[in-house]
C-alpha cells in the first residue's frame, strides 16, 4: 500500500483513514499483523491462533477488507485472505517530524493487548512515540545504540528505555533482518 503522489488525494486519505484504524484498534492491528506474517489464512486460522471468537474474526477480517487493508487471495471456500503491503509516511502539520507506519510498527501496536508495557508506553508517548522507540530498538539490535542513548534523547528514563526495548525486541526480530551475533547493552543486564 505504499503511495506516490500519482494517486489521487481522496485514495490517499482513505488509505491514511484505514491505517488509522489499525492504530486505534490493538485487536485489528493485532489481526493485520498476524494476515502478514502468515501471508495467507483462513478466517478459521484466525480464530485458532489467535483464540478469537467466530463472530469476533468474521467482523474483524470483513473491517479489514473493507478498509482495504487485507485482501481476499482464494475465493473458493474457505476464502483466504492476506495482508496488503503497508508503508505510509506521515509527516507533522509544522513538518518537523515525519512517521512510517509499517507492517512492524502495526504488530507493535496489537501487542498493546498482550505486553504491558508496550501498552504503558503508548498511554505515556503515543503511537508517534512508539515508532520512534521502533527505530532506536533496530539500531539497537542492530548493535548502533545504546538504551542509555535512546534515553538521553529521548528525555525518557533509562529504565523506561530499557523496557521499551526489550518489548519490542521480537517485534525487531520479526520484520527486520538482524544477524543473531550482535552483541547489545541488555546483555549487560539492566543497570541503569
Do not use: C, W
Request: glycine fraction near 4%.
Amino acid at each position: 500500500m505504499s503511495r506516490t503522489s500519482n494517486r489521487a488525494d481522496g485514495d490517499i486519505v482513505q488509505d491514511f483513514l484505514s491505517v488509522a484504524d489499525l492504530l486505534e484498534e490493538p485487536q485489528l492491528a493485532q489481526l493485520f499483523a498476524y494476515l502478514a506474517r502468515e501471508r495467507d489464512a483462513t478466517v478459521q486460522d484466525v480464530i485458532d491462533d489467535l483464540e478469537l471468537a467466530q463472530g469476533t474474526a468474521y467482523s474483524y477480517v470483513n473491517r479489514l477488507v473493507d478498509a482495504g487493508v487485507i485482501d481476499v487471495t482464494d475465493d473458493e471456500q474457505p476464502r483466504r485472505y492476506a495482508a496488503r503491503e503497508i508503508d505510509l509516511t506521515v509527516t507533522t502539520a509544522a513538518g518537523d517530524r515525519e512517521y512510517t507506519i509499517t507492517p512492524a510498527l502495526i504488530d507493535a501496536v496489537g501487542r498493546r493487548e498482550t505486553d504491558a508495557d508496550i501498552d504503558t508506553y503508548i498511554d505515556r508517548h503515543g503511537v508517534a512515540g512508539l515508532a520512534t522507540a521502533l527505530t532506536y530498538a533496530v539500531a539497537r539490535e542492530r548493535g548502533e545504540v545504546t538504551h542509555r542513548l535512546m534515553a538521553e534523547d529521548l528525555d525518557i528514563s533509562p529504565l523506561a528505555a530499557e523496557m521499551i526495548l526489550q518489548a519490542l525486541r521480537p517485534v525487531v526480530h520479526e520484520h527486520y533482518d538482524i544477524k543473531e551475533d550482535v552483541h547489545h547493552d541488555a546483555e549487560e543486564g539492566v543497570n541503569v
